[in-house]
C-alpha cells in the first residue's frame, strides 16, 4: 500500500530553470510533509518540510506549496543549479504516531549546464 | 558529533548466512529506526524504536530483528539472508516527543548484497 505516490520518477532541467516535483497522500491524518535530498553514496537530508496551517513554504530557492483539500503537496526548485542534481523524496507522517515517516517513491532531479 | 554511524558500507552474503548491521548515534536521540532502499521503492520502514528496551515493526519487518539496549545503538539483524534482502539499508535518529520537529537524521547507509 502505497500511502505518498510522487511524479514524475526523473527530471531533467536545463540550468535556471524551474523544478517541480508533485506528491499526493491518502492519509488525512498526516500533518507533516517534509521533502529529503539525497546524493549519490549519502544518506537523505532533510531540505525542507511543511505543517498544514499553511499553504506554502519558502527558504531560499526552494518552495513546498501544499493543497490540503487535494491531498497534495509539491517541491519548486527555481532558478535550478547542476549542484541540484540529486535524488528528491517526499514524505508524510502523523505527529500523534511518533513521526514514522512515509516515503514517496523519489524522484531523480538531473539539472543540465 | 560524528551523527550517525553505520557500519559495514559494504557486504556480500550468501543465502542463509547471518549478519548485523551496527548503527550508532552520539546525538542523544531517543527514536531510532532502520529503512531499505530499494529502486522505484523509495525508503521503507524496517524497525523502529523510541527508547532503549523499546522497538517495533514498520512496514517490512519480515526477516529482520532489532534490539535496543542502549540509546546509543541499534543493530539490525538478517538471521537467514535471503537475495530479496539485497538493498541499501539507513539508519536514522532524531528526537522523541516535545522536543522533536520530526527531522530524521541518516546515516550513510550499509550496502547489502545477497548471492
Known amino acids: 500500500q502505497q500511502q505518498v505516490k510522487q511524479s514524475p520518477q526523473s527530471l531533467i532541467v536545463q540550468k535556471g530553470g524551474i523544478s517541480i516535483i508533485n506528491c499526493a497522500y491518502e492519509n488525512t491524518a498526516f500533518d507533516y510533509f517534509p521533502w529529503y535530498q539525497q546524493f549519490p553514496g549519502k544518506g537523505p537530508a532533510l531540505l525542507i518540510a511543511i505543517r498544514p496551517d499553511v499553504s506554502e513554504k519558502k527558504e531560499g530557492r526552494f518552495t513546498i506549496s501544499f493543497n490540503k483539500s487535494a491531498k497534495q503537496f509539491s517541491l519548486h526548485i527555481m532558478d535550478s543549479q547542476p549542484g541540484d542534481s540529486a535524488t528528491y523524496f517526499c514524505a508524510a507522517s502523523c505527529s500523534d504516531s511518533s513521526y514514522k515517516l512515509i516515503f514517496g517513491s523519489g524522484t531523480r532531479l538531473l539539472v543540465r549546464p | 558529533n560524528a551523527g550517525v554511524t553505520q557500519t559495514p558500507k559494504f557486504q556480500v552474503l550468501k543465502t542463509g548466512q547471518s549478519m548485523t548491521l551496527q548503527c550508532a548515534q552520539d546525538?542523544?536521540?531517543?527514536?531510532m529506526s532502520w529503512y531499505r532502499q530499494d529502486p522505484g521503492m523509495g525508503l521503507r520502514l524496517i524497525h523502529y524504536?523510541?527508547?532503549?528496551?523499546?522497538?517495533d515493526q514498520g512496514e517490512v519487518p519480515n526477516g529482520y530483528n532489532v534490539s535496543r539496549s542502549t540509546t546509543e545503538d541499534f543493530p539490525l539483524r538478517l538471521l537467514s539472508a535471503a537475495p530479496s534482502q539485497t538493498s541499501v539499508y539507513f539508519c536514522?535518529?532524531?528526537?522523541?516527543?516535545?522536543?522533536?520537529?520530526?527531522?530524521?537524521?541518516f546515516g550513510e547507509g550499509s550496502r547489502l548484497t545477497v548471492l
Open positions: 546525538m542523544n536521540h531517543e527514536y
Open positions: 536514522a535518529s532524531r528526537l522523541e516527543g516535545g522536543l522533536s520537529t520530526g527531522e530524521l537524521f
Open positions: 524504536s523510541v527508547g532503549a528496551g523499546i522497538t
